[in-house]
């Protein structure tokens, strides 16, 4: 995501809300991970006398909101319809319109940078993220080393009994932790999403994604699909994710985080896209 600005911590916004989705001080956990329970049974000479306790499981708060959170990468804020643009995006009209528009978070005018900053509320620096995955330096803030004491949003909303999972572009594993040997602390399972479905790195085709990955096992569901575009099995994979939540626990709240990389080099867009935008942007 490369529009111009400086990260603010505007990005706190996004975690002011959280607090409210998990509740009040008084009900959310603010200590994480959260301490393990004491044993309230009893516990005498024969299980007959004996009196058992199972730790309960940790529950949101009743009425938590489902959190659905969308990045676009490399789209700059006044390209959709919803705040201007020539792009349609109804969907986001029809919520904007019945709701709030927040127009104060600037990004780093670096992927991996904003991202960092967005999904653990802190300054880029503040996260090891001054700059790109790739081009990490041995040097404070700058390492590309998220650490363990900048809890993300993932963490924080499964830690207070969310469903958490993350959809799309990854490009906050360091450079020498992506491949199959990991370790994997800084894939999305080691910050807090329970289920991955996107690639790592800056960019990747659309049509033959080389670098994707459910969880952490590579991926390569395009072979023998002529017609595979990753955007649309993203969102596939996302609203099947979804609908399981619903139907295996429906009164238990889920963040999904969604990272679409289309807007990204390589540039690749249906051909039906393309033919109904044709010509609006001959001026670039």
């Not at 490369?2 to 002011?16: E, N, S």
């Not at 991202?115 to 790739?134: C, D, F, P, Q």
């Not at 017609?227 to 596939?236: K, Q, S, T």
């Amino acid at each position: 995501m490369r529009p111009r600005g400086v990260v603010q911590l505007a990005v706190l916004t996004l975690f002011a809300f959280i607090v409210g989705a998990i509740g009040t001080a008084a009900s959310a956990q603010t200590v994480l991970p959260r301490p393990q329970p004491a044993f309230k049974g009893k516990i005498e000479r024969t299980a007959k006398d004996s009196t058992p306790d199972f730790p309960k499981g940790v529950e949101a708060p009743k009425g938590a909101p489902n959190v659905l959170l969308i990045l676009t990468d490399d789209v700059g804020f006044g390209a959709s319809s919803t705040f201007g643009g020539p792009i349609q995006t109804p969907n986001f009209q029809r919520l904007a319109d019945a709701g709030l528009r927040y127009t104060t978070f600037h990004t780093t005018a670096l992927c991996s940078p904003t991202r960092a900053a967005l999904i653990t509320g802190r300054n880029h620096h503040s996260v090891a993220s001054g700059v790109i995955t790739e081009m990490a330096t041995g040097y404070p803030g700058y390492n590309s080393l998220i650490p363990k004491s900048a809890g993300t949003v993932g963490e924080v909303l499964r830690e207070n009994g969310y469903n958490t999972s993350w959809f799309g572009k990854m490009h906050n594993v360091p450079d020498w932790m992506s491949s199959q040997a990991g370790p994997f602390d800084l894939w999305p399972s080691g910050l807090g999403f329970e289920y991955f479905y996107g690639f790592l790195g800056g960019d990747t085709d659309q049509w033959q994604p080389g670098n994707l990955y459910e969880n952490t096992t590579p991926i390569m569901p395009y072979l023998g699909n002529p017609n595979y575009i990753l955007d649309h099995a993203m969102a596939d994979k996302a609203i099947a994710w979804m609908r399981m939540q619903h139907a295996l626990a429906p009164a238990k709240p889920w963040l999904l985080y969604y990272a679409t990389g289309t807007a990204h080099a390589p540039h690749q867009a249906p051909k039906e896209w393309i033919a109904k935008y044709k010509g609006q942007f001959d001026q670039g």
